[in-house]
């Protein structure tokens, strides 16, 4: 989702600046591919397993475990290594808040205001060194379409309607995202201007069980799958790209008010996000499935003074609720040995990254997936189908299932066995 990476449905001209002097990670998965377990393991660098979550409520084990694992994250590690950290925007972590991990909040808006706060806090004079984060809400608010569109129907539940009564502000920004451009008729709209369905927009051939269950667990995802119009599904397209867009305007007003601060060139910027969406693939919206679409994110890493050697890595496989941290800690000089992760470093400054892991592992509310260079085994917790393996060469958008081609027999083992060795230590 954005325009670096010839997407040319929407224009991203502040990450398109980053990556253009910073290292792109096209490799990069989330820990998991919903909000509150994955941002747990940005600001810990633990997969969310090791508090024992997987969706978006712990429980009480959970909770206490989350709270052991905080007094090792990111702000505290960032203390001691001299530096006064800062946390601004969308907080969203399970049985904590940011203080927990060590920052100090700097805004609690999740929005434009905050980038203006965080602008505001860059012009200003500082005797100590500062991290900073800016954690802003959007694109998210994509997630109220099917929502909104199921209220009133079979499918509607009392969780939906009180998403809706609380989502004013929410609605609002859904709103001003789903308008067509001024002047253009409808017809004029859809053929030239609206995002097409994608190549695998259908469900793929053999599709767990466990998908289906979670739609329907949810009523509006499985509102979307079955009664969203061509038409529909592609409005969906439309405005996920104009709320990039929109979270990007609110990137600029930070980036733009570094640079007149004058700190820009001592600075390391380090740009990602929690989750994807599938945004109509596989007639799927919001995120939880370990398809590709919800669960590759970007990642950037634009050191100060930009990259010796600014590009793609497309080689490397990698996770950023693990390696976030240890980057983090590279940077700045603080305590990284107990991490799981790497510091991608080495790699964005065009150093060699000796024994750099072959395959890379994901959780999710429905499965468990370890991903190579090539395949995808994911295993699903229940139901029919629970064995998938994708093959991203013959079959890049993940429509069918591998894991029954006898030629791939060795293949299906050999990733079996990735997963039961990946799990984490504790």
Same mark, same amino acid.
């Given at each position: 989702m954005m325009s670096c990476t010839g997407n040319r449905w929407l224009r991203t001209p502040n990450m398109d600046a980053l990556a253009a002097e910073g290292m792109r990670f096209e490799r990069a998965y989330a820990a998991n591919p919903v909000c509150v377990p994955s941002r747990f393991s940005l600001m810990?660098?633990?997969?969310?397993?090791?508090?024992?979550?997987?969706g978006n409520v712990p429980d009480e084990q959970g909770a206490a475990a989350a709270q052991r694992l905080y007094r090792e994250g990111m702000g505290w590690r960032l203390r001691e290594a001299g530096y006064d950290p800062l946390y601004a925007g969308k907080q969203h972590l399970p049985a904590g808040c940011a203080e927990d991990v060590g920052f100090r909040v700097l805004s609690a808006d999740e929005r434009e205001p905050m980038a203006h706060d965080c602008a505001r806090f860059l012009g200003e004079d500082h005797d100590a060194p500062f991290a900073l984060v800016a954690s802003f809400i959007n694109p998210h608010d994509i997630c109220y379409m099917a929502i909104r569109d199921a209220i009133g129907t079979a499918y509607e539940t009392a969780s939906m309607r009180d998403l809706i009564g609380r989502g004013e502000q929410e609605i609002a920004a859904l709103d001003a995202a789903l308008r067509l451009p001024d002047g253009v008729t409808e017809e004029a709209f859809f053929e030239n201007w609206c995002p097409p369905l994608p190549a695998n927009h259908e469900p793929q051939e053999d599709e767990p069980e466990a998908i289906v269950a979670r739609l329907r667990k949810s009523g509006f995802q499985l509102y979307a799958r079955e009664r969203y119009t061509e038409e529909r599904w592609r409005m969906h397209?439309? &405005?996920?790209?104009r709320l990039t867009e929109q979270v990007d305007r609110e990137i600029g007003i930070v980036l733009e008010a570094l640079r007149e601060s004058g700190r820009d060139r001592e600075t390391v910027i380090l740009f990602t996000s929690d989750h994807g969406d599938h945004d109509s693939s596989h007639r799927l919206e919001h995120k939880t499935m370990p398809y590709e679409e919800a669960t590759r994110i970007p990642l950037i890493v634009r050191p100060a003074g930009g990259a010796r050697s600014a590009g793609v890595d497309s080689a490397h496989l990698v996770c950023n609720g693990i390696d976030l941290l240890p980057t983090v800690c590279d940077y700045a000089g603080g305590r990284a040995a107990d991490l799981e992760g790497r510091s991608l470093r080495p790699l964005v400054e065009g150093e060699s990254a000796p024994d750099w892991r072959a395959s890379v592992r994901v959780e999710s509310e429905v &499965?468990?997936?370890?991903i190579t260079e090539r395949y995808q085994y994911s295993l699903f917790d229940s139901g029919g189908h629970r064995e998938q393996l994708y093959d991203r060469v013959r079959d890049p958008g993940q429509t069918r299932n591998w894991a029954g081609d006898p030629g791939l027999a060795d293949v299906l083992e050999e990733h079996r066995c990735l997963l039961a060795e990946s799990a984490p230590k504790g």
């Open positions: 810990t660098g633990r997969y969310p397993s090791a508090m024992g979550l997987q397209r439309w &405005a996920y790209a &499965a468990e997936t370890v």
